[in-house]
């Protein structure tokens, strides 16, 4: 997986393995250290949570290892933690992902919890009622914390009455409505074969995983019925939207439209958005709005592939008294790289970060069973792993002036502030 | 300078790391924040490189880099492809002796560095009580004061500060090379004689001067009541010995005591507190055995509704009360243990923690062999080190933290 590109492929280490019940995954073997991880994803994820009821792809993710089987909660947290092993579930914006890191000596027991906790969850009243009121907690302190409110804020203009504008997280008021039946419900629509996806890197060979794979995954239904989500593109492009807080900081979030990941003008968008606000310490919103005028601590841009409405977006927060600036900054930088688009010396250097930095990826097995998930999600092949960075260093300078003005075009931005800025209005969309 | 190398050949890339003995824990007195406004100006350009230009190299070949302060040390590293470490050493060798100041790069990083506090404290009330936690914690040693400092010392700190402390504290008797990857031990050695064997040696090492915490006497207490509280907290900081200042075997034993009390799901504050009194949503406790001084475990709940947070510290008192009654058993004692040796295990898989370990063991005063050994340590202890342990927990070393919702502000 590991050695250079150049010198050896990263495809052909990565196997194959298809199990006799018909699950397939992706396997890099490797005993360096006597570890496994296993990462997979189902599709759907929060943008699958019923309308009134956001948070119910995180409860469910949640409860899995809240009891299974014949072990109660208690007891199944204490089988993981007398092994040592990491298991835990996750409802991101598009997808339901599992996440698992065994000791090699425990994979056995590690693989056999694991299937207990996706087959027969047991979604017992005690735990259920537990963790509700822990993700409460977590949504009451995000209620009152600048970062997740300009999120929140942005996310409701940008997608109104779409999946989209709820947090995966869940929202105050609709994770209390949440029942059993719907946690039932929901696993029996999302965690299905057909969508599927499994990558797993480590000590571990291919018969022994594909056994494992039957046990964990065969057991589930064939076809997931996930709800169809719409199509939106970011709306309110043009709007600025302030939310009165007591802090001594403006929270800033603006972005507009993005690229589709499989979409053709994707990597050199990926080299402009690098270009823009991608690099730490190189790009030209650092330079503008952190290095030259101190304006603030962290400013950024980043292509964000949702599903059903890819974007671009960014972020930073300044002294209330000169988020006036820091905004016109910001703005400025977007209209300056669609008129002029990046410079030769600029493309270069951006591309040869995104080539060489690709290789930090695969340093550990977690990282690499992650990127091997993503890339099967994405629609990619193996081939891609050596396929990538040649992609990259095609992009001419004509590629990334096209694609800087299709991907900022208008520069309209939807912006949200959080806290008391000075000289900054409410502004409706244009 | 002292040399680690940890060699991972399973990515052709390395981790490469310069830290140096002095962290906020030695900005001078009135000059709080010096070592992480420094660490922000390390950032600035040299006599022989110009500002950015280290910044743009490592960007052009495909690295990543940072920089932390903490307490005790201050650290620098890159991630490269292997065949980049040796112009990696090249730039850190120079900016160990060769930082370039002037009042222009100075001005705007100093506001950068007030905004990364506004960022992480101003708005923060939770952030807010951790200060006046420590500050009340440590009466008189400096881990009382913030890293990034206080708003009102950063606000006056200027490039003659940062100079005379760089002068000080970036010398090669104080710093210690680590570096993680696909490399041997015989390559890093050329390498560095190349770089920063070439600069001059200071003939010894700064010395840190750290005032000795007294022995506490009162139990303190902390409330900060804020409009912007929704989820009100419980935390109570003890101060105990660190890895350096224990005796044998002690930061060990209070490791596994932590991990019983508040490691996850299946430790006794959760069972108690959360799944059979059904008093907080959460709970768990902390030690935090790096430092160079004595140092701090930390307990914590968080109040289910309608429950007090005076409440919740009876709660939390009869857990620990029930733990110095019945101590603990062998079984409590081997699950904490093979969960803390198995992290071990999990660090290996990753190149970059296994160098922050050594960095921090060794910018501490610890040693090579300190690291190796800790799994054996850490399964060497008896329910008797815990029960042991457990008698540092006690109220007078402690200061309670209520975090509050302020009803009449809301």
Not at chain 2, 366 to 378: F, K, M, N, P, Q
Request: glycine content about 8%; overall charge negative.
């Amino acid at each position: 997986m590991n050695a250079p590109a150049q010198a050896v492929s990263r495809a052909e280490r990565v196997q194959h393995v298809v199990s006799p019940g018909g699950i397939s995954a992706w396997l890099v073997e490797d005993y360096a250290v006597p570890l496994v991880a296993m990462e997979f994803s189902f599709a759907g994820g929060a943008a699958q949570d019923p309308k009134g009821k956001a948070g119910s792809g995180a409860l469910l993710a949640a409860l899995l290892d809240e009891g299974a089987g014949e072990l109660p909660a208690e007891a199944f947290h204490r089988a993981l933690d007398d092994h040592a092993i990491r298991l835990s579930f996750s409802a991101e914006r598009d997808e339901f992902y599992g996440h698992l890191q065994t000791l090699a000596r425990h994979s056995d027991k590690a693989f056999e919890l694991m299937a207990l906790a996706l087959n027969a969850p047991r979604f017992d009243a005690e735990p259920l009622e537990r963790v509700r009121r822990q993700l409460n907690a977590v949504l009451k302190r995000e209620s009152r914390d600048p970062d997740s409110m300009a999120a929140q804020a942005w996310r409701r203009a940008a997608w109104p009455n779409h999946p989209y504008a709820r947090s995966s997280r869940g929202e105050l008021g609709e994770i209390e409505s949440v029942t059993r039946d719907d946690l039932v419900a929901l696993r029996g629509k999302m965690l299905a074969r057909d969508t599927l996806k499994v990558a797993a890197v480590g000590a571990i060979d291919a018969p022994t995983l594909a056994r494992h794979l039957d046990a964990l995954f065969a057991g589930l239904p064939e076809k997931a019925a996930l709800a169809p989500v719409p199509h939106i593109d970011v709306q309110a492009l043009g709007r600025r939207i302030v939310v009165d807080y007591d802090v001594p900081q403006a929270n800033i979030r603006f972005g507009r439209p993005g690229i589709a990941r499989r979409d053709p003008d994707y990597i050199p968008a990926m080299v402009v958005n690098h270009i823009l606000g991608g690099g730490a310490f190189t790009s030209r919103l650092w330079q503008e709005v952190r290095e030259k005028r101190g304006l603030t601590y962290s400013v950024y841009s980043s292509l964000a592939t949702a599903d059903h409405s890819p974007c671009f977006i960014g972020s930073t927060s300044t002294k209330n008294e000169r988020a006036a600036e820091s905004l016109s900054v910001i703005e400025a930088e977007f209209v300056r790289l669609a008129a002029e688009g990046p410079t030769a010396d600029e493309l270069e250097k951006a591309k040869k970060y995104i080539v060489g930095s690709y290789a930090l990826r695969f340093d550990t097995s977690t990282k690499i069973a992650g990127h091997l998930l993503q890339l099967q999600r994405e629609g990619f092949g193996a081939d891609y792993l050596d396929r990538r960075n040649s992609e990259v260093e095609a992009v001419t300078l004509e590629d990334a002036r096209r694609v800087a003005k299709r991907l900022i075009g208008d520069a309209k931005l939807l912006v949200a502030i959080v806290g008391r800025p000075e000289g900054v209005s409410e502004q409706s969309a244009a | 300078m002292d040399v680690v190398v940890i060699p991972d050949h399973r990515a052709p890339v390395v981790t490469h790391m310069v830290w140096y003995r002095n962290g906020s824990a030695d900005d001078p007195r009135g000059k709080s924040g010096i070592a992480h406004f420094l660490e922000h100006l390390m950032f600035k350009g040299t006599q022989n490189h110009q500002q950015g230009e280290f910044s743009h190299l490592v960007s052009e070949l495909g690295g990543q880099e940072n920089a932390f302060t903490s307490y005790d040390f201050t650290a620098y590293f890159q991630r490269v492809a292997r065949e980049h470490l040796g112009v990696m050493m090249e730039f850190e060798a120079d900016r160990m002796t060769g930082l370039n100041l002037t009042d222009e790069v100075v001005a705007p990083e100093r506001e950068v560095v007030m905004e990364e506090r506004r960022m992480r404290t101003e708005a923060d009330p939770a952030a807010q009580l951790d200060e006046a936690l420590n500050a009340a914690l440590f009466t008189h040693h400096s881990y009382g004061v913030p890293i990034i400092g206080w708003g009102h010392e950063i606000e006056t700190l200027d490039r003659n500060d940062a100079l005379a402390y760089y002068r000080r504290f970036y010398t090669p008797e104080n710093a210690i090379l680590v570096v993680a990857g696909d490399i041997e031990t015989p390559e890093v050695e050329i390498l560095a004689r190349q770089t920063y064997g070439k600069i001059p040696a200071r003939g010894e090492a700064p010395v840190r001067h750290r005032p000795r915490e007294p022995e506490p006497r009162a139990e303190r207490i902390v409330k900060l009541a804020d409009a912007k509280v929704e989820q009100p907290q419980f935390e109570r900081i003890y101060l105990v010995p660190s890895a350096r200042t224990a005796e044998k075997g002690e930061a060990e034993a209070l490791d596994v005591l932590a991990h019983h009390l508040g490691g996850g799901q299946t430790s006794l504050l959760f069972r108690r507190l959360v799944l059979e009194r059904k008093i907080a949503v959460s709970a768990g406790a902390y030690y935090y055995a790096d430092a160079v001084d004595e140092s701090r475990f930390y307990v914590y709940a968080l109040p289910a509704e309608g429950v007090s947070l005076d409440e919740l510290e009876r709660g939390l008192d009869d857990v620990l009360d029930e733990l110095r009654r019945d101590g603990v058993s062998r079984e409590d004692v081997d699950r904490a243990a093979t969960r803390l040796v198995a992290d071990a295990v999990y660090a290996q898989d990753n190149q970059t923690s296994l160098a922050r370990w050594f960095g921090a063991a060794l910018a501490n005063g610890g040693t090579v062999e300190d690291v190796l050994g800790w799994s054996a340590r850490i399964e060497a202890v008896t329910v008797d080190d815990v029960a042991k342990a457990v008698k540092w927990l006690q109220k007078r070393r402690a200061v309670s933290g209520f975090l509050l919702k302020d009803e009449a502000a809301a």
